[in-house]
């Protein structure tokens, strides 16, 4: 399978805890997405990478997230002290160049519970 | 933030009738694109249409664009059950080179056999 794949799939924390995420972007793909969704709505944009470099970031993301790149192949969301209202599902998305008209490929997700 | 509204925010349907999905924005943009999720999954992309197109087929599908009212349409022909789904439409904002989508609340259609 040579699609978008991310780690895990399911995650279930207590308030306070750090977790972290991996996406596998598709091979050869410079632009690699963050987004997360919340029940009943739509995908909210939070980060963005251009090979190893995060371009931009949103407002949603507060000081609690970072998301790396290291090599520009695959990259890690990590969320300390985690809150209830973080508690959504994160998806992640690869594109091959990041022209605004390119396709973008999501993955599964990684639906995470903060108890 | 969300960038509009789709409507209606659920659609149930028979087998065999045309399904039809509006979304509006409010931007300007340089294209838009729909999606589709099933159940718990990730998005597939469906169709993308540019600013300067009007209309555009792909199988089934049917969307349309009028920039002046910042609003889509997405039709699917003959309803199949495995078209059950959450509908989203996207964004990519004109000014922006980053290629992010900006995503509305999503149509659920559920499609009876």
């Known amino acids: 399978d040579t699609g978008v794949s991310q780690d895990p799939r399911h995650k279930i924390t207590k308030r306070g805890q750090n977790v972290t995420f991996r996406c596998d972007p598709i091979?050869?793909?410079?632009?690699l997405y963050w987004y997360r969704q919340t029940l009943g709505q739509g995908p909210e944009f939070l980060t963005y990478?251009?090979?190893?470099?995060?371009?931009?970031k949103s407002r949603l993301l507060s000081d609690r997230f970072s998301a790396e790149r290291p090599k520009g192949s695959f990259s890690t969301l990590e969320i300390q002290r985690t809150e209830q209202g973080d508690s959504a599902m994160y998806l992640c998305?690869?594109?091959?160049?990041?022209?605004?008209?390119?396709?973008?490929?999501f993955g599964p997700g990684t639906r995470l519970t903060v108890l | 933030s969300q960038q509009g509204e789709e409507d209606p925010q659920a659609l149930s349907i028979q087998e065999g009738e045309n399904a039809t999905m509006n979304c509006s924005y409010k931007?300007?943009?340089?294209?838009l694109q729909w999606y589709r999720q099933n159940s718990g999954r990730g998005l597939v992309h469906l169709i993308l249409?540019?600013?300067?197109?009007r209309e555009k087929h792909s199988g089934r599908l049917r969307v349309t664009l009028d920039t002046s009212k910042k609003s889509s349409s997405l039709l699917i022909t003959a309803s199949r059950a495995a078209d059950t789904a959450s509908y989203f439409c996207?964004?990519?904002?004109?000014?922006?080179?980053?290629?992010?989508?900006?995503f509305g609340q999503g149509t659920t259609l559920q499609v009876k056999p």
């Open positions: 998305a690869s594109s091959p160049s990041g022209r605004v008209e390119d396709t973008q490929y």
């Open positions: 091979s050869e793909h410079n632009r």
């Open positions: 990478f251009q090979n190893e470099a995060q371009l931009e």
């Open positions: 931007t300007s943009i340089n294209n």
């Open positions: 249409i540019r600013s300067n197109e």
């Open positions: 996207a964004t990519a904002v004109d000014s922006s080179n980053t290629g992010k989508l900006i």
